[in-house]
């Protein structure tokens, strides 16, 4: 993500607003939308797909918490919110909901690009380590496949399991598939002749 980016500022107070949007231009952000009501937030956000949401509250409450979470999809974009004041367990609220960065100590000019700057790298490092994880949970439900079909080899032809999956990775190379569909394809066959 670079300075092309397209932003959303959810900021109700429209002098507040003219003076953020000064500031990202300012750092070279020129797509730039504002979107002044909680209310309509989820529709907004939905019609211009931003890249970045930036929202400037200066008391939110959990359930403003919940409604910015959910109206800016935080898993899928970058989230930056600044408020005026906060206690730990809205602290907590805001990194559950998912939030890229949440700056208590309100919103000024010169922190806007250093927080989106750094709201951007978290985002990506988060977004990371989701597909890592997904990556991994993958490989331990299809390990659990490739050893469930291995051994219902073992038991239907009386072989080992070195030969079980050899078995597996021949059929799989011959038909070009991979040993995880191979192994599924073998339990699917087998369920219905059960």
Do not use: C, H
């Not at 919110?81 to 000024?108: C, H, I, K, W």
């Amino acid at each position: 993500m670079s300075e092309s980016l397209k932003i959303a500022v959810v900021e109700p107070d429209r002098a507040r607003a003219i003076e953020i949007i000064d500031a990202l231009r300012a750092d070279g952000w020129a797509d730039v939308t504002v979107i002044a009501e909680m209310s309509s937030l989820a529709r907004k956000l939905a019609e211009l797909n931003p890249d970045l949401v930036l929202i400037d509250l200066s008391n939110p409450s959990r359930d403003s918490l919940e409604q910015v979470s959910a109206a800016s999809d935080a898993q899928g974009r970058p989230v930056a919110m600044f408020v005026d004041q906060s206690d730990d367990e809205m602290t907590a609220a805001a990194m559950a909901a998912g939030l890229s960065a949440y700056v208590v100590g309100g919103l000024t000019p010169d922190r806007i690009k250093p927080v989106l700057k750094t709201a951007i790298a978290r985002f990506q490092m988060m977004r990371q380590m989701r597909r890592e994880l997904d990556a991994a949970k993958q490989a331990l439900v299809d390990r659990k496949t490739i050893d469930r079909a291995k051994g219902m080899l073992m038991r239907a032809r009386a072989i080992t399991e070195e030969d079980a999956y050899a078995l597996l990775r021949k059929t799989a190379m011959d038909q070009n598939r991979k040993v995880i569909d191979v192994a599924e394809a073998l339990l699917t066959a087998a369920a219905l002749l059960k």
